[in-house]
């Protein structure tokens, strides 16, 4: 039996061939698929060509699996598995285990993610909510606000209430998806109000 392995994403092959359960998703695509734009606007030409790509490995891969001799689905995993590694070692592809996926995922809440493709994920694991840390903060005016997360991702409250305390860096942050796109901001345990991600 062999086996290929991308940190926690591991194939193993050979003789009663099977891919591993360890591998939660085999995400073939671009490094960008943890940007904003790439996010919102999707891939561009040359980003699904790769794609592309990758779905035509993964369709290998399953052919092989359909093979019912053993010698034979030993060299069509030998094939195949070959081409995925000289695709990862040239750069056009990657390979994504679960745990990545989770924190591409994390990285853009507030965002309109489509539950698909490279950022696909179970139902009960796609977030409604993120917890975090306030990093920097800038008053826009005394009513509207903008600040920055440990993750990086920016956030404008645009019509903060005269009740709500001034937001500073080191406060503890909660977000919650509400309908139609929208989100609540709940800053150190106050009332949560209306914002959005606009980085």
């Known amino acids: 039996m062999g086996k290929f392995g991308h940190g926690k994403a591991t194939f193993f092959y050979g003789r009663g061939a099977r891919l591993s359960r360890n591998v939660a998703a085999l995400a073939l695509g671009i490094s960008a698929v943890s940007s904003p734009a790439l996010a919102q606007s999707g891939p561009s030409d040359a980003d699904a060509g ?25 060299a069509c995993f030998d094939t195949a598995v070959g081409n995925i590694v000289a695709a ?7 390979i994504v285990d679960r ?3 989770k924190e591409n995922r994390r990285s853009l809440f507030g965002f309109n993610i489509p539950n698909k493709g490279l950022l696909a994920a179970p139902k009960e694991e796609v977030d409604t909510s ?38 500073e860096a080191g406060d503890p942050v909660e977000f919650k998806k509400a309908a139609l ?19």
Do not use: H
């Open 130 to 167: 993120l917890r975090t840390t306030v990093k920097s903060v800038r008053y826009i005016t005394s009513r509207k606000v903008r600040f920055r997360t440990e993750e990086g991702a920016v956030w404008e409250i645009g019509n903060a209430p005269a009740r709500m305390r001034r937001i």
């Open 181 to 199: 796109g929208s989100y609540f901001v709940k800053v150190r345990g106050q009332r949560g109000v209306k914002g959005k991600r606009v980085e």
């Open 99 to 101: 745990e990545e996926i």
């Open 50 to 74: 790769r794609i592309g790509q990758d779905n035509e490995l993964i369709e290998k891969l399953k052919v092989c699996q359909l093979e019912a001799d053993n010698d034979k689905r030993l």
């Open 88 to 94: 990862n070692e040239a750069g056009d592809v990657r």
